[in-house]
């Protein structure tokens, strides 16, 4: 069981388990609170999300309720997606 590093595009896989690395711009990092972030990823589908912002820097896990989807393309924000692999 590991966490396996994902390049861009992927694919999303249905109960998979995700964690995104983040780097917030300078204004962003200003207003940024780890609620705000993590309605994002659950706006986008995420289900379960947790964020932990450090300055501009953070971290987001959540789970893929969804369909099997490809071609999935990051964010800026989003530097390194990994995903669980039992």
Known sequence: MA???LTSPFSLKNG???SAAIH???GEKL???NPMVAQKFKAAGFDNV???LNGATGTVEGSWPGPDTDG???PSEVTT???WMP
Do not use: R
């Open 3 to 5: 966490w396996v590093a």
């Open 16 to 18: 998979a388990q995700y």
């Open 24 to 26: 917030l711009s300078w």
């Open 31 to 33: 207003i940024a609170t």
């Open 50 to 52: 947790t964020c932990a």
């Open 72 to 74: 999935v393309t990051l």
């Open 81 to 83: 997606v990994w995903q």
